[in-house]
């Protein structure tokens, strides 16, 4: 990380200033960047070596080569267990990294020089601490379109979706991250009591989020007295850049959390 001008001169942590990206993107455009086919071709050892090393192989010409993608085709023995879809500059995950160790999770996030600057941070904090972090990545990819390329059915335990694009105009609500066609991908790669956690401080988005988990059928709210003694709660307005920037103004968040559950009988 020394001598890299993007990169603090003592944490080795790279500089927001030089990742700095539009607020938002738009989800419907087309964007370029590589797909897995389907979840058992994401390419875990890339995300997570510590887990997933690289092995040693062999070329045509019997010359010994390290091939970064063996373990895409071998059994995954640990999976990811939680995503940040939309997960910015990565505060969330980095909390989330230590208070859930043995977890593999992952941030998703549409814009590059975000996804850049997340990828950065992720590898220089792996290198400040020797044996942490390992547990958490980061992919470049559009969550609305590609959820089932990256998980199979009842895989996830968590997914968050921390103060996502509002998209006010009511022509543009077909953008937003949570509705009810997308809440049945996510109840697909969500395991039965796995948790969807939404915060906004846009009070109407905050309602239509609410609104769109409480009226589908595989998804019931989750109660306050759970709420209140699960650690993740208080990070969804701590640990990011946007539930940081709230508090300091003195908004207000609206927080709707909901289990996935089965089909009434």
Same mark, same amino acid.
């Given at each position: ?53 690289? *092995? ?7 010359? =010994? +080569? ?9 059994? #995954? $023995? ?91 105009? *009511? ?7 949570? =509705? +009810? ?9 969500? #395991? $039965? ?73």
């Amino acid at each position: 990380m020394k001598g890299n001008p993007k990169s603090n001169n003592t944490t080795g942590l790279p500089r927001k200033r030089f990742y700095r990206a539009r607020a938002h993107s738009n989800p419907l455009s087309d964007s370029h960047f590589p797909v897995p086919t389907a979840p058992s071709e994401v390419d875990y050892a890339s995300h997570y070596p510590h887990y997933y090393p690289s *092995e040693e192989t062999y070329n045509e010409n019997g010359e =010994s +080569t390290i091939d970064s993608k063996v373990a895409i085709h071998k059994p #995954q $023995v640990k999976k990811i267990q939680f995503a940040d879809v939309g997960c910015g500059f990565g505060g969330l995950l980095i909390s989330l990294s230590t208070l859930f160790p043995d977890t593999l999770m992952i941030g998703m996030e549409i814009r590059d020089k975000v996804t850049e600057y997340v990828k950065e941070r992720i590898l220089a904090l792996r290198e400040t601490n020797p044996g942490l972090y390992q547990n958490v990545s980061v992919v470049r990819t559009n969550s609305m379109k590609y959820i089932p390329n990256f998980f199979e059915k009842g895989q996830l335990l968590k997914m968050f979706f921390l103060f996502p694009d509002p998209h006010f105009k *009511e022509k543009n609500h077909r953008r937003r991250v949570i =509705s +009810t066609h997308l809440l049945d991908e996510y109840a697909y790669t969500l #395991q $039965v009591g796995g948790i969807i956690y939404t915060i906004t401080d846009v009070e109407e988005l905050g309602e239509w989020m609410k609104d769109c988990l409480a009226r589908h059928p595989l998804f019931e709210a989750v109660p306050e007295k759970e709420l209140d003694i699960d650690p993740v709660v208080k990070l969804l307005s701590s640990a990011t850049e946007e539930g940081q920037k709230v508090a300091r103004n003195g908004g207000q968040t609206f927080l709707a959390v909901y289990r996935r559950i089965t089909l009434s009988e």
